[in-house]
C-alpha cells in the first residue's frame, strides 16, 4: 500500500462505505452519531450502508436521526438503554449523548 495514498477512496462507492463502516465502529458504546456525522452530507447513504451491513460488529444501533428519533424502533431503542443512552421521551437526548467532533 502506496503510504501517500488514503486508506480509503471516497470517489469510489466502496470507498465511502468503507469510510461510513469506519466511522459507525468508532462510535464508542455510550454515545451516538447521526446518519449525517458518518456521511457528511449525504445520510441515506449511511443508511444504505448499514442496511446492508451483515457485520454483527458494527454497531448500527449508536447510529440516529438527527432529530433523536430511532429508525430501528424499539430494538434500537433496548441496545442503547442498555448502554446508558438518555431518552427524552421518545427520542434519544441529542444534546447529552451526541459524541462531540
Known sequence: MDPF???FDDREPAGR?????ERVRNTP????????D?????PRFAGSVLSACGDADVP????VRAD????K??????????EGIPFRGDRVDMRAARLPD
Not at 29 to 36: E, L
Not at 68 to 71: C, E, K, P, R, Y
Request: charged share 20%.
Open 5 to 7: 495514498q488514503p486508506a
Open 17 to 21: 462505505a468503507a469510510r461510513v463502516l
Open 29 to 36: 458504546p455510550g454515545f451516538v452519531r447521526t446518519y449525517g
Open 38 to 42: 458518518v456521511s457528511p452530507g449525504a
Open 60 to 63: 448500527w444501533h449508536r447510529i
Open 68 to 71: 433523536g428519533s430511532l429508525a
Open 73 to 82: 424502533g424499539e430494538r434500537q431503542r433496548r441496545l442503547l438503554a442498555a
